[in-house]
């Protein structure tokens, strides 16, 4: 169940009758102004971005690139403790433009603490964001590389929030934990997405950049405690391929892939990126 490899096949994925644009490019830094400092240029945007909480205004929006040389080590960092139950798995629904596995989040069962966060956040949802192709797709960058797609483990402060809708627009009210996914061997418990917990937990290091955010999608809120890890989970081009097969459209639609989810880059402003870890020469070779 919930396999990544006949996409086309499951009905859950289909779950929401969702209708999109025909066609779409990623929004743009400023959805609804002219995009004449944009490269690309901007003809239809998803649904997703309109209305007016897709507007950012705010000084900590989220994406960001990462610059190795300007995070500064933190040796107050702790380890993140990471505790996940893939049994607290409810569902992966289709939310028109990603597709999202949710978590039962009635309990402690699983989440995050430690690390720069001073209370438990529980799991609330995963998701991907990803490319048409190879050469783009991840939302953070790091000195510029752009992965084919990441990873964000959607977590809530459930000391300070009586639930996920309150934590969204609370101070240090959400904690999202970004895995990079590039291009190497297959990652056998991707094909099941549930069993990707585990091994995050497992094999991911637990060097880490972290810096105050925003979510990367409408209502764009300020309340995202993002902690990236350094080290990417490799993946088969088939599994990247599986991703894109996916639709933003609904049976009997014209069919519109599922490519390109991810927000543009956002400025830095007054902002420290802090690293777990001390930074060394071989960063540019990650
Ligand atoms: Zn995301």
């Known amino acids: 169940m919930w396999t990544l490899s006949n996409p086309h096949e499951s009905t859950v994925l289909h779950r929401l009758p969702l209708r999109t644009g025909l066609g779409w490019t990623p929004a743009p830094h400023f959805p609804g102004t002219t995009p004449c400092d944009c490269a690309v240029t901007v003809t239809t945007v998803h649904p997703v971005w309109k209305g007016p909480a897709s ?3 705010g000084t900590r929006q989220s994406p960001i690139n990462i610059r190795w040389r ?3 080590y ?15 798995c409810l569902y992966v629904w289709n939310t028109g433009y990603l597709f999202q ?3 039962d989040d009635s309990t402690e069962g699983s989440g995050i603490s430690g690390g720069p966060l001073e209370n438990h956040y529980r799991l609330k949802q995963f998701h991907f964001h990803w490319g048409a192709v190879n050469e783009w797709g991840s939302e953070h960058t790091v000195d510029d590389r752009v992965y084919p797609a990441e990873l964000h483990l959607v977590h809530w402060n459930a000391v300070k929030y009586q639930n996920y809708t309150d934590a969204v627009t609370g101070a240090d009210g959400l904690a ?3 895995v990079f996914l590039k291009l190497g061997a297959r990652h056998e418990e991707l094909q099941e997405l549930v069993a990707v917990l585990p091994d995050i937990k497992h094999k991911v290091s637990y060097d880490y950049w972290t810096y105050p955010g925003s979510l990367t999608t409408p209502p764009l809120s300020e309340s995202v405690t993002w902690i990236i890890h350094k080290k990417p989970i490799e993946v088969a081009q088939d599994q990247l391929a599986a991703f894109r097969s996916l639709l933003f459209s609904v049976p009997g639609e014209e069919e519109k892939m599922m ?5 543009p880059l956002q400025p830095l402003m007054n902002r420290k990126v802090r690293s777990s870890f ?6 540019a070779r990650l």
């Open 278 to 283: 001390q930074a060394t020469h071989e960063g």
């Open 176 to 178: 999202v934990v970004g």
């Open 259 to 263: 490519v390109n989810n991810y927000r």
């Open 55 to 57: 507007v950012p205004g």
């Open 70 to 72: 300007d995070s500064v």
């Open 74 to 88: 933190d040796p107050q960092l702790q380890p993140l403790g990471v505790s996940y139950n893939a049994e607290a």
């Open 101 to 103: 596995v949710e978590f």
